[in-house]
């Protein structure tokens, strides 16, 4: 069902090297994870994470962008894609028995709509994994860490609102609020736990600049990786696999939380 490849290199050689450090941990999690099937999974961007994860293609794919699912389908990971957002997921009641989504419901203005749908298209004692930020994610960046070092916690709190602006968040909670956001849709928290340390978030921060030129590289060529060799990463694999090693922590910058739909 999953990849049992080196996830890192899968991720480096695909993708810039702070995405890659993040989503190569994620990759091990949901691989990690026995998926009952028929699967739905809700954000799935344009399928690489899925690519890099599972050798077999999941039973169904949604994202609200069409140039996302356009590539989606190119990568075969996918018996049937649909344009869509959560608001709306057009299955029937009890379609799924796993719903599994990576870093998306941070996104999602309306969160409520979608956490209903998600209950709603998941057969009773369904899975529900998913992974998304915590409250420490833009407090453990590098920028914010060293100005209020330095005694600048205005600034420290200006970058930390920049950087959760650019990537989009509508909200980065902690695992309490979580649990009861979850728990009021009838979607029962089976375990949960925090990853990406502290010290992996600063060097998360430090390497969007690193592969800053990989956007130029997406935009001439469609890649973010134009050489994808693995000679041309050496100097940089050792030390991001030390944090991909050992990703878990106590308050980590990111969650994994395993759900069940509760039977009624």
Sequence with gaps: MTQSNDYLMRHLQAVPA????????????????????PILDLGCG????AQMTFVEPLDAGIDPSR????????????RELKLTDGLTIPYPDGHF??????????????LDATLREVHRVLQPGGLFVFTTPSEHF?????FPTLL???KLQNL???????????????????????QARLESFGLRVREWHAYFTAQSSRLFDLLHYYSAPTIFYKRLTGRWIIAPFALNFVHLTP????????PDCADGAYLFFVCQRERS
């Design 67 to 78: 140039p996302s699912i356009e590539e989606a389908r190119k990568t075969g990971m996918y």
């Design 46 to 49: 344009d399928g690489n994470f």
């Design 239 to 246: 030390l991001l696999r030390r944090h991909v090693l050992k």
């Design 156 to 178: 420290a709190n200006q970058y930390e609102n920049y950087f959760n602006r650019i990537s989009r968040h509508c909200r980065t909670d902690s695992a309490s609020i979580w």
């Design 97 to 110: 028995a796993s719903v599994m989504s990576n870093s998306v419901l941070e996104h999602i203005p309306n």
């Design 18 to 37: 702070f995405r890659a450090l993040l989503r190569s941990i994620e990759a091990q999690k949901m691989a990690s994870f026995s998926f009952p099937r």
């Design 138 to 142: 833009a407090e453990y960046l590098f």
């Design 148 to 150: 209020r070092n330095l």
